[in-house]
T-cell receptor, first 109, second 117 residues
Framework: KQEVTQIPAALSVPEGENLVLNCSFT??????LQWFRQDPGKGLTSLLL?????REQTSGRLNASLDKSSGRSTLYIAASQPGDSATYLCASYGNKLVFGAGTILRVKS | ETGVTQTPRHLVMGMTNKKSLKCEQH?????MYWYKQSAKKPLELMFV???????ENNSVPSRFSPECPNSSHLFLHLHTLQPEDSALYLC????????????????FGPGTRLTVT
């Protein structure tokens, strides 16, 4: 059974810092890996989808990497802003979409 | 309307009430999903429908009853709920159903915040 773990559970940084969110998964036989953002009480916003044949994806200040062999993915956020404050979820695609518990990010101005 | 929509966005119901959650996708997808997100727990898959047929039921209590009349609409009928059923219920859709070593990106709706009193 696939298990997805996200570290840290919560993170507080000053504005302007670069930061890394970590995601690990137990079953490396995944198809894709996706990072989402969730604002309090809201639904999910897709940030980046990395297909199993890819190693990374970039969108603006966000860069996500995938290392299937080690069962890890990272989300790098450059020059963080207060508007980046949210919960970040990673999810692995196998026969099911399995989510991690998320990292709660707070960027202080 | 575009993407995946859900109604209502907020719902408060008593334990003896019967209510329904509605999801509609405008993406021409064939698979639809219900997820539950409880406080401080990861999202949990509840049901999956592919071409209107239920393909997965992840041991969900019978007080939750899904219905998929066509590939664009998905309902979750609720009856005799418990306070611990209070959660955010998310609907998603994808072009196809994972099989044959291939998966499809899922697109999520905004969710229905359910409170059971």
């Amino acid at each position: 059974k696939q298990e997805v773990t996200q570290i840290p559970a919560a993170l507080s940084v000053p504005e302007g810092e670069n930061l890394v969110l970590n995601c690990s998964f137990t079953d490396s036989a995944i198809y894709n890996l996706q990072w989402f953002r969730q604002d309090p009480g809201k639904g999910l916003t897709s940030l980046l989808l990395i297909q199993s044949s890819q190693r990374e994806q970039t969108s603006g200040r966000l860069n996500a990497s995938l290392d299937k062999s080690s069962g890890r993915s990272t989300l790098y956020i450059a020059a963080s802003q207060p508007g980046d404050s949210a919960t970040y979820l990673c999810a692995s695609y196998g026969n099911k979409l399995v989510f991690g518990a998320g990292t709660i990010l707070r960027v202080k101005s | 309307e575009t993407g995946v929509t859900q109604t209502p966005r907020h719902l408060v119901m008593g334990m003896t009430n019967k209510k329904s959650l509605k999801c509609e996708q405008h993406l021409g997808h064939n698979a639809m999903y219900w997820y539950k997100q409880s406080a401080k727990k990861p999202l949990e898959l509840m049901f999956v429908y592919n071409f209107k047929e239920q393909t997965e039921n992840n041991s969900v209590p019978s007080r939750f009853s899904p219905e998929c009349p066509n590939s664009s609409h998905l309902f979750l009928h609720l009856h005799t709920l418990q306070p611990e059923d209070s959660a955010l219920y998310l609907c998603a859709s994808s072009q196809g159903y994972p099989q044959g070593g291939y998966s499809y990106e899922q697109y999520f709706g905004p969710g229905t915040r359910l409170t059971v009193t």
